[in-house]
Structure formats: C-alpha cells, structure tokens
C-alpha cells in the first residue's frame, strides 16, 4: 500500500479503532461490580477491560491525529483510479478467494457431509484460481488432475480426522 | 549432573521406541511446511496440535517440536531458491541466499543454511538446557506485581520489535489481544464479560482457532492475493563446499546463535527478530560489508543461525513463565496445557524431567533437521513446484477441520474465519500478528494478577514500581521503548554527535 493511502486508511481505521474503544470503556463501566456479595472495589470484572479501552481510544485518536496531518482526511475518489484499482487481477483473486472460502465455512460445512463437501470446494477452487491465473477455462489434464486432487485430498482428510483421531465432522 | 543424566535418559528412551520415527517424519513435515510459501511455523504447529491432541503428552510435544525446529530451517530453502521467504523468519535469508543461487551456488547456499540453522539450534538449546532451571527457581519469587509487569513488558517490546516503523501499531495489536482474552467468564468471580447471553463466548475464545485463523486463512487471502510465485529453475552444485566455506565464519555464527537465543528468550518477538538482529550485527562487525545483500556467504550464515537459535530460546519463557517467546511457541505452549503440563516456575518442582526432555527434544529434531536437509536438498526442491492455487484450498480444509476438531464445535470455525479475515485486514494496515497472539495469551495473567496486586497493595500503586523485579522490568521495557524510537534516536543522534563541524573551531 503506498503511503497516502495507508494514510487514508489510517484515517478510517483509526475511528473505528476510537469508537471501539470507547464502546470497550462503556461496556466496562456496565459490568457488574458486585456489591451485593461485597467485593473488594479493586477486583471488579470491568477493571481491566476498562484500562484496555482507554488505552485503544487513546492509540486510536493518536493515529487519528496522525492520519489528518498527513493528509489522510482527503478522501476524495478517483473514478478512474477507483476502476482500475477494482479490477485488478490482485483484488479479483483475494474477491474470489473471500467468495469460495466463506462458501464453503458457512453453507457447505456444516450441511453437507464432509467426504463430499471438501471435493467439491477444492475443485471449485482449483478450476475458478487457475482460469484466472491462465486467462481461460483450464483443460482436459488439468481439469482431470484437479478432480483427482479434490477427491483424494478430501477422503484422505476425511480418513486421518474421523477414522483415526474419532472426530465427528458435521454434515454427515 | 542430574540434569544431564535426564537428558540421556530422554534421548535414549526416543531413539529405543517408535518415537524415533516422529522424529524423522514430523522434522521432514515441518521442513516442507517451512518450504511452502504460505505454510508457516505458526500454522503448521497449530494444525499439527489439533492431530495429535489425542496422542500422550511425550509424543505429541516432540511432534510438535519437531514440525517448529523443521519448518524454521525449512523456509530457508524458498528463500534462497525463489527469493520468497517460506516463513517470515527467513526473511533475511532471502536478501544473500537469492543472490548466491543466482549465481549457480544454490547447492552451497543450502549448506550454509543447514549449517547455520543446525549451529543455532544447539546454541540455542544449551542455553535452553543451562537457563531454564535457573529462571524457574527465579521466577518462584514472582508474585503478582511481577507477572503484571512481565505480561505488559511482554506486549509492549513484542509490540515495539515486530513493528519497528510504526510501534503504536504494534501496541495497538497488543491490546487488542488483551481485550480478546477478556471476552468470557473471568477468572476470579466467573462473570461473563462482553458475551452478550452467548454460551459459546462465555467460554472465552480458544488460542487455537484464532491463531489457525490469524496465520492459516489471512496468509491464505494474502498468499492469493499476490502474484503467483515461478516455479524453480535455479542450477544447484555441490552442498560440501558451503559447509566449508561456512566454517570460515564460526565467531559470526557463534554470536549470531547468541543474539538468536536472546531474541527468543524476549516473549513475543521470536525468530523473524532473531534472524534480522544477527544480520545486523553481522553486517555490522563485518569486514565485506558491501558483500551482504549480494550474496555474502556471512549475511546467509548469521540470518539462519539467529533464526534457528530463537526456536530453543523461545521455549524457555514458555517452560519457566508459561509466557511464549514467540507465536509458534503460544501454540506449543497451548498444546502442553492441552496435555495436562503446567508450564511456569513451578515446572522444576512438579516435573523436573520434563524441562531436559524439551532439550532432548530439539537435540534430535536438530540432527534429523541436519541429515534431512542435506540428504534430500535435490528432491526436497520438487516440493516447491506445487502451484498456491493447489496448495491453498487443501490448506483451507485443514484450517476449518483443524479449527472444529479442537472441541467438535462449529463455533471454533467461526472464530477461525473471524481471525482470518480481521487478521488480513490488520495485516494490510501494517499491524503485527504476532503482538495479537502474545496478547490473548498474556491476557488472562495480566488480567489477575492486576486485580490481585491491586487488593494487596490496597490500591496503592506504588507497589507495583518500587519491588526489585518489577522495576527492573518497568524501568527496562520503558527505557527499550524510548530508545527504540524514531524521534528519541534522532535526538539522542543530534545531542552525541561529536562537534567537529562548526562547533569547534
């Protein structure tokens, strides 16, 4: 990341991070102190969490500060700039790796059963990071290859996880 | 005596059962871990706890130190022949070893990096056998102030050396892990802390699946994210000469194990800072300064002899203090409480063997690192013709597996996925993982002992500056970070330097 838009990006994450921590502060402060059971005052639950969200919400504003000096307040897009930037083939593979991914964490895994699950999702992988890497749909061998890695890869984790360390994965 | 007559004894009873056989297999796993741009240390020890979580305390722990000492040396191996450090321990590896194999010497530069990593690992573990018994007896006088101040000194320089440009960042990392360790049932009245009537966070947040997450799926996401690395092509001539030319520069190797340990020993910081501060001093001390960055034989030597002598220095915080020197060694120590060992000052009390078995340990993980690394240079170089785009998805499978297998609950891949994609994020702004971990483990001492230090002391601060301990620990952790920064050093440059252009005349 070039300096001005690690600065731009400073900006942003350092509200973020103030903001938090002011949420971590609040929260702290909402904590039980337990008087009814006559707890010591310096053992409160809240204490501790409460030091780490002055600590953040300062952090986070020292950045703040920093991040206007240095300009990072400028958010103004560049439409052409922000074109170019999107389709680049370094924000489509991490899109596209994000996509498949989380497909596969949050729909297939926990449904599916996992001898079948995990085939599919590394083939998927496979044939949609390789059309990318050459531009076009991979061929007969690769496609082959690449199937026969899913399914071997699958049923071996499949064997290693359930049958010799007696973990029940969901799905089946 | 006793504890060399330990150490035989452990090295003995390896080599007389199967356990001999994890040596050489779970040494070779870890060296092609090490050697897969993508894999680290961190994430292959991570995953290798969740498969050996049902295995006796022995064999899983020398597994797992094993796949630590293996894949350490063996991200040294895509660093000399693609120029892509395998962990980001060998990152200074890359900037001679790249040059030699370029030059035809890949061959060589594989023995230097054997050499040096085989050097600092012994440096490396006989300061572990030495010092660890003498910190733990030390550390029995810890009480609440010190290991408050020990958890802080641990975030605040972890957070400062992993983030040398930018140290509040690193801070910042810090004390995010801190709060992370906050999330559930607190350890002293067992009230539940920001989980919102969830069960699942009530039970905190395992070390485990944030760490699969914040070094196996944001690695993923940055791996992919990146251009595809060439396969290799470099020319490799004859190993035996770099372990000849690597002899020429045993005082270097001798310091740079030294400065490796003591990076190790420091918690948090690790073998990245182990191999870049016996770079420097190497540099430094050099006659050939102009060589390093161009293929000096010296920069290769020093950058694996630091990196390695930090695998065993890391242990021994982890042993005596039950605090990680490193995030590898956060999992390993994860994993030993898995198991049932206490790691901490009462370690030479309770189990007194078990310190010289770590030893024995990484003295065969060293020797099949050794014989494994040379033995197999050629065909071990076929490994890093697997494309990222095959390697990646079957990595991302034993994430989620590994993640759910800890405790056979879908949560656990939830937090995975949480850390990996904030950990990507955090990565792209320039924060340091390492801090993050440290923190989430330091979190619950801190946390206690805190509270407990503040009823002793009936809210008197003071006490915790004025103890002996605490104030060396205060005192150096304040003046490391001001000398470490920017501006002070800038300072402190302009007010020493010697007048000798118009100040004297």
Not at chain 1, 15 to 20: G, N, P, S
Not at chain 1, 97 to 114: K, R, S, V, W
Not at chain 2, 294 to 323: C, D, F, Q, Y
Request: charged fraction near 15%.
């Amino acid at each position: 990341m070039s300096q001005p838009a690690m600065n731009k990006a400073d900006f942003i994450s350092s509200i973020v991070l103030t903001a938090f921590g002011i949420g971590v502060i609040v929260e702290s402060l909402r904590l039980p102190r337990l008087e009814n059971l006559s707890v010591n005052p310096y053992t409160v639950p809240g204490i501790v969490p409460g030091f780490i969200g002055i600590f953040l919400t300062l952090a986070g504003f020292f950045i703040f500060i920093r991040s206007i000096r240095r300009r990072g307040w400028d958010l103004r897009l560049n439409k052409d700039h922000a074109i170019t930037w999107i389709s680049s083939p370094m924000v489509k593979r991490t899109a596209v790796t994000m996509i498949i991914t989380m497909g596969y964490a949050i729909f297939l895994f926990p449904h599916i059963p996992f001898w079948i699950a995990a085939p599919i999702f590394i083939f998927v992988f496979v044939v949609a990071t390789e059309s990318m890497k050459y531009g076009k749909l991979p061929g007969g061998v690769r496609l082959l290859t690449a199937l026969a890695l899913a399914v071997a890869a699958g049923l071996v984790i499949n064997y290693v996880f359930q049958d010799l360390f007696f973990v029940r994965l969901p799905g089946g | 005596m006793d504890g060399l007559i330990s150490f035989a004894t452990a090295v003995g009873s390896i080599l007389t059962s199967w356990s001999a056989l994890d040596v050489v297999w779970a040494t070779l796993l870890g060296i092609i871990v090490g050697m897969l741009p993508g894999l680290t240390a961190t994430l292959g020890v991570a995953l290798l706890t969740t498969l050996t979580f049902k295995m006796g305390a022995d064999q899983a722990i020398l597994i797992l130190i094993c796949m630590y000492v293996g894949a350490i040396y063996g991200g040294s191996r895509s660093a000399i022949l693609l120029n892509i450090p395998g962990t980001p321990a060998n990152a200074a590896t890359a900037l001679d070893g790249f040059p030699l194999a370029r030059a035809g010497k890949a061959g060589s530069a594989m023995a230097i990096a054997t050499t040096g990593s085989v050097f600092g690992s012994f440096i490396g573990m006989i300061a572990l056998a030495v010092i660890a018994p003498v910190l733990a007896e030390f550390a029995l006088s810890f009480g609440a102030y010190e290991f408050f101040w020990l958890a802080v000194f641990g975030v605040l320089i972890s957070g400062q050396l992993t983030s040398l440009d930018d140290p509040i960042k690193g801070w910042i990392a810090g004390f995010l892990g801190l709060f992370i360790a906050t999330i559930g049932q607190e350890g002293i009245y067992a009230v539940p802390r920001f989980s919102y009537g969830s069960t699942d966070l009530s039970g905190g947040i395992g070390l485990l699946p944030a760490m699969v997450g914040a070094f196996g799926l944001a690695e993923i996401l940055t791996v992919m994210r990146h251009e595809a690395y060439e396969a290799v092509r470099a020319k490799t001539d004859s190993v035996w000469s770099g372990i000849r030319s690597s002899y020429k520069y045993k005082m270097t190797a001798l310091r740079s194990g030294l400065i490796g340990t003591l990076m190790g020993l420091i918690p948090g910081v690790g073998e990245d800072m182990g191999a870049w501060a016996s770079y420097a001093a190497a540099r430094q001390s050099s006659k050939n300064k102009e060589e390093f960055g161009k293929g000096s034989v010296e920069g290769l030597l020093a950058a694996e002899t630091g990196n390695n002598a930090a695998v065993p220095g890391a242990l021994i915080p982890v042993l005596t203090l039950a605090v990680p020197g490193s995030a590898p060694a956060a999992v390993l120590l994860a994993a030993m409480i898995i198991h049932g060992i206490r790691p901490g000052p009462l370690i030479m009390i309770e189990s007194p063997g078990f310190v010289y078995s770590v030893v024995a340990m990484v003295f065969l993980a060293t020797i099949a690192m050794g014989v494994l690394g040379l033995l197999l240079t050629r065909p071990l170089v076929l490994v890093l013709k697997v494309t990222r785009e095959r390697l990646m998805p079957i990595i991302f499978v034993l994430c989620i597996v590994g993640a759910f297998a800890i405790a056979s609950r879908t949560f656990d891949v939830w937090v995975m996925l949480f850390f990996g994609v904030f950990g990507f994020i955090l990565r792209e702004l320039k924060y340091p993982m390492a801090p993050l971990i440290l923190g989430i483990v330091l979190g619950d001492i801190l946390d206690k002992s805190l509270r407990r230090g503040l009823v002793l002391s009936d809210g008197d601060l003071f006490q915790f500056f004025n103890r002996p301990i605490s104030m060396v620990l205060w005192i150096s952790a304040l003046l490391f970070i001001l000398v470490t920064m920017p501006s002070i050093r800038k300072w402190m440059g302009r007010a020493f330097k010697p007048k000798t252009e118009g100040g004297v005349k």
